[in-house]
């Protein structure tokens, strides 16, 4: 069992807020990253995070933010929150050896009014 | 381009064996996976293949591998209701080692 944790699970907000999505893994994984997922729908990676300080974007373009702190922190944030930013977001965690096997949070469904 | 694919929708009687397909594009991936994600939640690691194998087997678990047809294959035996999710098949490429997963197949299963 993956210990990679994500609050809140659920949340709803009036557009224009700025909101943090948390994620935390107690892995000591490097590797952290988080994606985007329509409801049934598939996954587009939208950040990750080789390690502390390194952030990058992934392949589904978003107004969202990341920073690398510290190895088991990976925050989400979006200063301006829009109805089309309505979505579930996953965040992953992986360490390097072997099949480099990504284990997923629980995600934050997102809602923006 | 990178690209996976999955038959959307399927439908099987409790106890019988549910055989899921994929395809994908990427003749270089390293390694391919299953992921089970229920309503609500993450997804969960079923199990993974390396691309030198055949087939992996892991309790009620079969994973095939045709590399030259880019197909791969789950097979659960004795398909229960807990067993009703969507599952997603992942190829690891690309230039950093990133997951592309299909769309996902919707697995339904009735008395």
């Known amino acids: 069992e993956a210990d990679i944790y994500q609050t809140p699970r659920y949340l709803v907000i009036g557009t224009g807020k700025k909101i943090t999505l948390e994620c935390s893994q107690t892995m000591g994984h490097d590797k952290m990253y988080w994606y985007q997922q329509d409801p049934g729908m598939e996954l587009h990676l939208i950040h990750y995070s080789y390690g502390v300080n390194s952030t990058e974007k992934g392949d589904l373009s978003s107004e969202s933010t990341v920073s690398r702190i510290r190895t088991e922190h990976f925050p989400l944030t979006l200063e301006s929150a829009r109805p089309s930013h309505t979505s579930q977001y996953l965040c992953a965690s992986s360490v390097v050896v072997g099949a480099d096997t990504q284990y997923f949070g629980p995600g934050t469904r997102l809602t923006v009014l | 381009g990178e690209d996976v694919e999955q038959s959307l929708f399927l439908s099987v009687r409790e106890g019988d064996s549910s055989v899921i397909n994929c395809t994908y594009t990427?003749?270089?991936?390293?390694?391919l996976y299953w992921y089970k994600q229920e309503p609500g939640a993450g997804l969960q690691l079923l199990t993974y293949?390396?691309?030198?194998?055949d087939m992996k087997q892991d309790q009620r678990l079969t994973v095939l591998l045709n590399k030259k047809d880019k197909h791969l294959s789950l097979r659960i035996a004795d398909t229960q209701t807990g067993d009703s999710a969507i599952y997603f098949c992942?190829?690891?490429?690309?230039?950093?080692?990133?997951?592309?997963f299909g769309a996902g197949t919707r697995l339904a299963v009735h008395p």
């Open positions: 992942a190829e690891r490429g690309g230039g950093y080692n990133k997951l592309i």
């Open positions: 990427d003749s270089s991936s390293t390694y």
């Open positions: 293949i390396f691309s030198n194998m």
